[in-house]
């Protein structure tokens, strides 16, 4: 199955480590929140769930990085992720880290890859 480009938002949208933005996925039959931050100047995506229950990450609408703006936090819990990779690093994850989804850049945009990334998920 080939991939398609969905928009997600303008690449000026994702500031360095700051703000991210939300949007809706299919996955399983249904909807699920997630996210997209920027990090090492490369947008980075998430589903919106944390590894230890779950529950969205953020405290306040776009708001995924603690306050040292290192690490993604789950604000219900403390758990820290890796903002790169999604990786549990400390906190209430227990190891079990953020699932990444696939995202290109590309003409002053990000775009999600779906819907292959679906299928393994």
Known sequence: MAERERLICAAG??????KGVRFELERHGRSQPAFVIRFDDMPRAFLNQCGHV?????WQEG????????????????????????????????????????????????????PALMENQ
């Open 13 to 18: 949208d994702l500031a360095e480590q700051g």
């Open 63 to 114: 708001e995924f990085f603690d306050v040292s703006r290192l690490y993604l936090i789950c604000t219900t819990h403390g758990a820290l992720y890796h903002p790169a990779t999604g990786a549990c690093v400390g906190g209430r994850c227990a190891g079990r880290g953020l699932i990444p989804l696939p995202v290109v850049e590309r003409n002053g945009h990000v775009y999600l890859l779906e």
């Open 54 to 58: 779950p529950v969205e990450l953020d």
